[in-house]
């Protein structure tokens, strides 16, 4: 995302902080924190759902997974960096941290793209081809094309490792881009290229083809099956979910095209489409649980299971050993066990409890990356390294 550094100089600080209030200061932070704390309990939760009794055994409840997995990454490597650069005054995370955070950022965005790209080939194959695609759609397979998105994904971000830097300015440490504008350039056209524009393109053109071959489909018998409807539910959520990324992303690489090969003015307009892009694009990675929850009745069953589990689970775990006493022997025995699941002595009979027991303006920068703010800005308004 952009550099990301300290919001103002520490001279305007002190003239223009107590006297004003910045409404971005408290309110945009306040909407990463929500996006944190859904995103990662509903990714938890996807992840929950289909680890739990070996449900990821399809390929595309495998891709799915690869999906979470690569979402809650993004979250928590993103989301808090990212929300500090409004409250605090420069970056405070050290160097590596400087570098490590944005390359992790563009790495699960790029497997995002990729696996989103790979489930829609998925699908269509299974729609399309459901027999003659059996020998290709194994577990094994889907595994090995999860390996190589995420080598694909190292090998277009590794650059952003030295693309990032921590420097001194105006007496603040902040975390910008070192590298020159046509090198920056050249990067994140590159970037739009790979991770938003042909996986879209890969995306509309086999969802497109998908969808025409099930409105084609005129045997009664097979498009009335439950095997057919089923494929047709599970197409139809991944096909939200990819509009979703679509649509999310979209802002974010329009507003870099505009900084680059455009006009984009520093104005507080355009400040605050940064701010709504930046937070729209990050919030992709949290409303995927919700599209699970909304369309798949698998998911809506799973998470309840989930959160039934750990409510009764709380109460419970204060429960120690239960002995169980012997009857109708000559001599008494007692057999004592730990009761790990919290089973209440009450329920059964011979029981009894035992003791214990988250062209461009001249102060924009492009990038998906957080922002800072120079001290030549208009006051509320970020200026990204212009180097």
């Known amino acids: 995302m952009n550099g990301s550094g300290g919001p103002r100089a520490e001279d305007a600080s002190e003239a223009n902080g107590r006297d004003s209030w910045q409404p971005e200061a408290v309110i945009v932070p306040m909407l ?41 990454c993004f979250i928590v490597c993103c989301v808090p960096f990212q929300a500090t650069i409004y409250t605090l005054d420069g970056w ?76 001194k300015l105006a007496n603040l440490t902040v975390c910008h881009p070192a590298w020159s504008a046509p090198r920056r350039r050249a990067m994140d056209l590159c970037t739009f290229v790979f991770s938003y524009l042909l996986p879209v393109l890969v995306l509309g053109l086999t969802y497109a083809r998908t969808l025409r071959y099930l409105w084609r489909t005129v045997d009664p018998v097979a498009a009335g099956s439950s095997a057919r409807r089923a494929k047709r539910k599970v197409t139809r959520m991944i096909i939200i979910v990819a509009v979703l990324f679509c649509l999310c992303w979209m802002p974010h690489h329009a507003l870099i095209l505009c900084v680059w090969f455009g006009r984009f003015p520093l104005t507080p307009a355009t400040y605050a489409l940064r701010i709504l892009s930046h937070l729209v694009s990050y919030a992709n990675s949290c409303v995927n649980p919700i599209v699970y929850a909304l369309v798949s009745k698998h998911f809506r069953k799973g998470f309840r299971k989930i959160c039934a589990g750990l409510l009764r689970r709380a109460p419970r775990r204060a429960s120690g050993r239960v002995c169980i006493a012997a009857q109708g022997t000559h001599r008494s025995s007692v057999l004592e066990r730990e009761s790990t699941d919290g089973t209440h002595v009450s329920e059964a009979r011979a029981l009894r409890p035992c003791a214990g027991t988250s062209q461009q303006s001249p102060g924009l920068e492009p990038g998906p990356g957080p922002s800072w703010r120079d001290q030549n800005a208009p006051k509320g308004i970020p200026a990204v390294n212009a180097t």
Request: charged share 10%; net charge positive; proline share 3%.
């Open 92 to 167: 405070v995370f050290g160097s590596l941290l400087c570098k490590a955070v944005h390359f992790l950022i563009f790495l699960t965005m790029y497997a995002s793209s990729f696996t989103l790209a790979a489930v829609s080939l998925d699908r269509y194959l299974a729609i399309r081809y459901p027999l003659h695609s059996r020998e290709l759609r194994t577990p094994r397979n889907a595994l090995a094309a999860i390996g190589l998105i995420w080598g694909l994904s190292l090998l277009f971000s590794g650059p952003y490792l030295s693309y990032y830097r921590q420097s």
């Open 32 to 72: 990463f924190v929500l996006i944190f704390l859904v995103g990662t309990v509903g990714n938890a939760l996807v992840l929950a759902v289909l680890l739990r009794g070996g449900q990821a055994v399809s390929t595309t409840n495998l891709f799915i997974l690869n999906l979470g997995v690569a979402d809650l």
